[in-house]
Each structure stands twice: as structure tokens, then as C-alpha cells.
């Protein structure tokens, strides 16, 4: 198994492991120095996901956090979620049926 994500091709990028030693001059040190360089390898966070094809069809493909984050790959679903009775009914009816206020309303006195 190769480890590039199948929808982007986003794969190993190379780089520079540094080693450092002493302590940091903000902290009262001399300062850091570089002992070594070492090259290593970023590799991506590769997940394997079941995802819904656009042909309707379901398979198991390797694909970066990234892409799934994004929504470039729909993740199959299981089961259908219960729904929730919708809110925006009860908002209407509560609404539209206010009370009236129990204050009267005060006279105004003949000048």
C-alpha cells in the first residue's frame, strides 16, 4: 500500500530532522547550538475510510485528513440518523399566540 492520498496525490515530503543542545537565551543561557541535521520524512495523515463514489457505489479508499475535512470525499453512511421533530413549527405557534398584558393602561387626567 502506498502512502499517497487517492484523491489529491499528496505524498512523503522530505526535510531536515535539527538537534539542538544548551539552553535558550531568554532563559538565561548562552544560546542553542545545531549538533546535528538529519534528513526524515513528513509523512501524510493517511486514513482509510469507506466513501461513497458518485456512481452511487461504496469502497474503501486511502485518503489525507485534509480531503475529508474539505468534504472532497463523502464518507458512506451507516445508518440513517433519527430526526428531530423541527423546531421552527413550535417557534410559529408560540409566536402567534401572544397574552395580552395584565397591566391596564393609565387614564390620563383632565387639565
Do not use: W
Not at 501524510?44 to 461513497?52: S, Y
Not at 452511487?56 to 451507516?78: F, L, N
Amino acid at each position: 500500500m502506498s502512502r499517497i492520498c487517492e484523491v489529491c496525490g499528496k505524498g512523503r515530503m522530505v526535510g531536515n530532522r535539527v538537534e539542538t543542545r544548551g539552553k535558550a537565551k531568554y532563559l538565561g543561557g548562552v544560546g542553542t547550538k545545531i549538533t546535528g541535521i538529519t534528513r526524515r520524512q513528513f509523512l501524510p495523515n493517511l486514513q482509510n475510510v469507506k466513501a461513497t463514489l458518485p456512481s452511487g457505489e461504496t469502497k474503501t479508499v486511502r485518503v489525507c485528513v485534509q480531503c475529508i475535512r474539505s468534504g472532497a470525499v463523502k464518507k458512506q453512511v451507516k445508518n440513517t440518523p433519527f430526526k428531530l421533530i423541527h423546531d421552527a413549527d413550535t417557534n410559529t405557534q408560540k409566536n402567534t399566540t401572544k397574552k395580552k398584558s395584565a397591566k391596564p393602561t393609565p387614564k390620563k387626567a383632565p387639565k
